[in-house]
């Protein structure tokens, strides 16, 4: 079985306990709480931009230039979107500037830049695919499982239920895997280790959000 299918079975459980949390749920109906989105959103944005910078610091120690280029095309996207969360989501949904970046935001992006920077790039790899896996994921099951009508949180959800974001998440994980087969059983024994931690840390990113966990 390849690296990314073994290690999607490993954190099933988690994956399975997101889809399943209020904020997910209350998401996929409308009925989050606008307060509880405007928190995840503000925490989001710091999020975006910390990513952007984990990727294009992999990108850097990408083993050849054709990961390269994937790599700082996806730091780029992130910024694209994370201005779009500002031109748009911020305005639409009242979300005031600069955020304090609260403990599991915090927890999470020093976890990628660390793993970006410090560990070896196998690992750093593994480490943001969850960023993409979870989110592709989670789109395509609230798509799925929704009610027809309005929901005032459908462009967030289309945007990681669509196809572009899709090619993104079907490439990352093509890399990942290619990785895993060059490599040692050690390394590749931490690259599942980086992919459960980030898996663990999405499910408290949202958590936080649906508590407003603060400092
Ligand atoms: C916390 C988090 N993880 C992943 C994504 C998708 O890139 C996102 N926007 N936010």
Same mark, same amino acid.
């Given at each position: ?79 694209? !979107? ?45 480490? !943001? ?87």
């Amino acid at each position: 079985m390849s690296w990314s299918k073994d290690t999607w079975q490993t954190i099933s459980p988690i994956y399975n306990r997101i889809i399943k949390m209020p904020f997910i749920e209350e998401l996929m109906d409308g009925s989050l709480p606008l307060e509880k989105f405007q928190f995840y959103m503000s925490q989001d944005s710091a999020y975006l931009e910390n990513f952007g910078r984990a990727l294009a610091l992999i990108g850097a120690r990408a083993y050849d230039t054709q990961n390269m280029l994937t790599f700082l095309q996806f730091a780029e996207n992130a910024i694209i !979107v994370e201005s779009a969360l500002h031109e748009s989501y911020f305005k639409e949904f009242g979300v005031s500037e600069k955020a304090i970046v609260q403990p599991a935001c915090h927890h999470y992006i020093n976890f990628l830049k660390s793993t970006a920077a410090l560990d070896n790039l196998e690992v750093a790899m593994a480490a !943001v695919l969850p960023c993409f896996w979870i989110y592709k994921a989670v789109g395509d099951y609230i798509l799925e499982n929704q009610k027809d009508g309005e929901n005032t949180y459908q462009a967030w959800i289309d945007t990681y239920a669509g196809e572009e974001f899709g090619e993104a998440v079907t490439k990352a994980i093509q890399i990942c895997d290619e990785h895993a087969e060059k490599t040692t059983p050690q390394i590749r024994a931490r690259m599942t280790e980086a992919f459960v931690t980030a898996s663990n840390l999405e499910y408290h990113f949202w958590d936080a959000g649906y508590s407003l966990r603060t400092w």
